[in-house]
């Protein structure tokens, strides 16, 4: 007998979140005007059924015709390459999100919306 599960898109985003903050260089995730609407959405459906919503600000995950994308909008610090620090995120969300859930990320998209200075 064959068990089958759904992983609920605010799941995958938390995890994703997770995984996006604990990369070098990530200063902290930004939601932006797009992610705030769908912050407060997910935030208001979720207490609506009496669940705490799970962090996941500046996440957006999309499953539509058996893809997985996420989106993560970030700010870095100008000690790290931009670049770089968005080829880490990444790989760190695809491999966290496949870690946790079992599922295959076919796309992460990264935004950095911000690069703060660096304090001495």
């Keep these: 007998m064959s068990v089958d599960y759904v992983v609920a898109d605010p799941v995958i985003a938390s995890v994703a979140a997770r995984a996006a903050l604990t990369t070098p260089g990530v200063v902290r995730l930004e939601p932006g005007v797009r992610g705030l609407v769908t912050s407060w959405t997910r935030a208001a459906r979720q207490r609506w059924k009496g669940l705490d919503p799970a962090p996941a600000d500046g996440v957006r995950v999309r499953t539509?015709?058996?893809?997985?994308?996420?989106?993560?909008?970030?700010?870095?610090?100008?000690?790290?390459?931009?670049?770089?620090?968005?080829r880490a995120v990444q790989r760190s969300v695809a491999r966290f999100v496949a870690?946790?859930?079992?599922?295959?990320?076919?796309?992460?998209?990264?935004?950095?919306?911000?690069i703060e200075p660096v304090t001495r």
């Design 99 to 114: 870690e946790q859930t079992g599922l295959v990320v076919d796309e992460v998209s990264v935004s950095i919306l911000d």
């Design 64 to 86: 539509a015709d058996g893809r997985l994308t996420v989106q993560i909008d970030l700010v870095t610090t100008a000690a790290d390459q931009a670049a770089a620090v968005g």
